[in-house]
Protein backbone atom coordinates (compact mmCIF):
# COMPACT_ATOMS: atom_id res chain seq x y z
CA UNK A 1 0.00 0.00 0.00
CA UNK A 2 1.40 3.13 -0.88
CA UNK A 3 0.76 6.51 1.22
CA UNK A 4 0.80 10.00 0.26
CA UNK A 5 0.52 13.33 2.09
CA UNK A 6 0.33 16.81 0.83
CA UNK A 7 -0.89 19.61 3.29
CA UNK A 8 -4.29 18.13 3.72
CA UNK A 9 -4.47 15.44 1.91
CA UNK A 10 -3.96 11.78 2.19
CA UNK A 11 -4.14 9.28 -0.67
CA UNK A 12 -3.74 5.37 -0.30
CA UNK A 13 -3.18 3.16 -3.46
CA UNK A 14 -3.69 -0.18 -3.43
CA UNK A 15 -2.43 -3.15 -5.30
CA UNK A 16 -4.74 -5.84 -6.38
CA UNK A 17 -3.81 -8.32 -3.15
CA UNK A 18 -3.82 -5.42 -1.09
CA UNK A 19 -7.72 -4.66 -2.44
CA UNK A 20 -8.59 -8.40 -1.62
CA UNK A 21 -6.81 -8.15 1.29
CA UNK A 22 -9.30 -5.78 2.34
CA UNK A 23 -12.06 -7.20 0.76
CA UNK A 24 -11.40 -10.52 2.32
CA UNK A 25 -10.09 -9.35 6.22
CA UNK A 26 -11.45 -5.90 6.25
CA UNK A 27 -7.74 -4.57 6.58
CA UNK A 28 -4.76 -3.93 5.16
CA UNK A 29 -1.56 -2.29 6.89
CA UNK A 30 1.96 -0.61 6.43
CA UNK A 31 4.78 1.20 8.24
CA UNK A 32 8.17 2.71 7.46
CA UNK A 33 10.76 2.25 9.60
CA UNK A 34 11.93 6.36 10.66
CA UNK A 35 14.49 5.38 12.98
CA UNK A 36 15.44 2.15 14.77
CA UNK A 37 13.35 2.73 17.38
CA UNK A 38 10.38 4.89 15.64
CA UNK A 39 7.92 3.77 12.57
CA UNK A 40 5.18 5.49 11.17
CA UNK A 41 2.33 3.03 10.47
CA UNK A 42 -0.86 3.37 8.66
CA UNK A 43 -4.00 0.95 7.55
CA UNK A 44 -7.05 1.33 5.84
CA UNK A 45 -10.13 -0.92 8.02
CA UNK A 46 -13.12 -2.13 6.93
CA UNK A 47 -15.90 -1.59 9.82
CA UNK A 48 -19.50 -2.51 9.73
CA UNK A 49 -22.18 0.01 10.38
CA UNK A 50 -19.16 2.61 9.56
CA UNK A 51 -21.40 6.24 8.41
CA UNK A 52 -18.70 7.58 6.82
CA UNK A 53 -14.70 7.48 6.45
CA UNK A 54 -12.50 8.24 9.25
CA UNK A 55 -8.95 8.98 10.15
CA UNK A 56 -7.23 9.01 13.83
CA UNK A 57 -3.84 9.10 14.53
CA UNK A 58 -2.69 7.17 17.64
CA UNK A 59 0.40 5.47 18.56
CA UNK A 60 2.39 6.45 15.55
CA UNK A 61 -0.75 4.76 13.32
CA UNK A 62 -2.66 6.48 10.51
CA UNK A 63 -6.12 4.35 10.98
CA UNK A 64 -8.40 5.28 8.30
CA UNK A 65 -11.78 3.77 8.93
CA UNK A 66 -14.00 2.81 6.10
CA UNK A 67 -17.59 1.81 5.92
CA UNK A 68 -17.45 -1.99 5.46
CA UNK A 69 -20.18 -2.12 2.54
CA UNK A 70 -18.56 0.44 0.47
CA UNK A 71 -15.15 -1.81 0.79
CA UNK A 72 -16.83 -4.49 -0.85
CA UNK A 73 -18.63 -2.66 -3.70
CA UNK A 74 -15.31 -0.89 -4.59
CA UNK A 75 -13.13 -3.93 -4.45
CA UNK A 76 -15.43 -6.32 -6.80
CA UNK A 77 -15.99 -3.80 -9.20
CA UNK A 78 -13.66 -3.46 -12.22
CA UNK A 79 -14.58 -0.04 -13.11
CA UNK A 80 -14.73 1.78 -9.78
CA UNK A 81 -11.39 3.29 -9.55
CA UNK A 82 -11.80 4.57 -5.97
CA UNK A 83 -13.76 6.25 -3.46
CA UNK A 84 -12.84 9.42 -1.51
CA UNK A 85 -13.79 11.69 1.43
CA UNK A 86 -13.48 14.57 3.49
CA UNK A 87 -13.21 13.88 7.49
CA UNK A 88 -13.30 16.30 10.24
CA UNK A 89 -11.88 15.45 13.68
CA UNK A 90 -13.17 18.33 15.62
CA UNK A 91 -14.04 22.02 14.66
CA UNK A 92 -11.03 23.45 15.11
CA UNK A 93 -9.03 20.93 12.99
CA UNK A 94 -8.70 21.85 9.38
CA UNK A 95 -10.63 19.02 7.04
CA UNK A 96 -8.61 15.95 5.62
CA UNK A 97 -9.22 14.94 1.83
CA UNK A 98 -8.97 11.17 1.94
CA UNK A 99 -8.60 9.14 -1.42
CA UNK A 100 -8.53 5.62 -1.64
CA UNK A 101 -7.66 4.21 -5.18
CA UNK A 102 -6.70 0.61 -6.74
CA UNK A 103 -2.72 1.03 -7.89
CA UNK A 104 -2.27 0.77 -11.87
CA UNK A 105 0.50 0.38 -13.67
CA UNK A 106 2.60 3.17 -14.63
CA UNK A 107 2.92 3.59 -18.08
CA UNK A 108 6.34 5.00 -17.87
CA UNK A 109 8.64 1.61 -18.61
CA UNK A 110 11.71 3.61 -17.13
CA UNK A 111 10.57 3.33 -13.16
CA UNK A 112 12.31 0.53 -11.36
CA UNK A 113 9.67 -0.66 -8.95
CA UNK A 114 7.77 -4.04 -8.95
CA UNK A 115 4.41 -3.50 -10.64
CA UNK A 116 3.73 -6.75 -10.95
CA UNK A 117 0.37 -6.68 -8.67
CA UNK A 118 -0.52 -3.36 -9.89
CA UNK A 119 -3.56 -2.82 -12.14
CA UNK A 120 -3.30 -2.46 -15.77
CA UNK A 121 -3.71 1.13 -16.80
CA UNK A 122 -7.39 2.18 -17.99
CA UNK A 123 -6.09 4.42 -20.25
CA UNK A 124 -3.31 3.54 -22.52
CA UNK A 125 -3.09 6.86 -23.74
CA UNK A 126 -1.92 8.85 -20.79
CA UNK A 127 1.62 9.78 -19.87
CA UNK A 128 2.26 9.87 -16.45
CA UNK A 129 1.55 7.12 -13.35
Known amino acids: MKLRIKDN ?11 QQMYDTGRVSAFTQL ?6 GYELVALANLPHLTAVFENDTLQI ?8 TWA ?3 TQVGF ?12 LAI ?4 DFKCLNADRAE ?3 DNYEHPNPAAQNC
Not at 65 to 72: G, N, Q, R, Y
Open 65 to 72: SVPETLVK
Open 114 to 116: DES
Open 35 to 40: TTSKRL
Open 99 to 102: LVEK
Open 76 to 78: SSE
Open 9 to 19: SIRLRLTRSEV
Open 84 to 95: EATCQADPQTPP
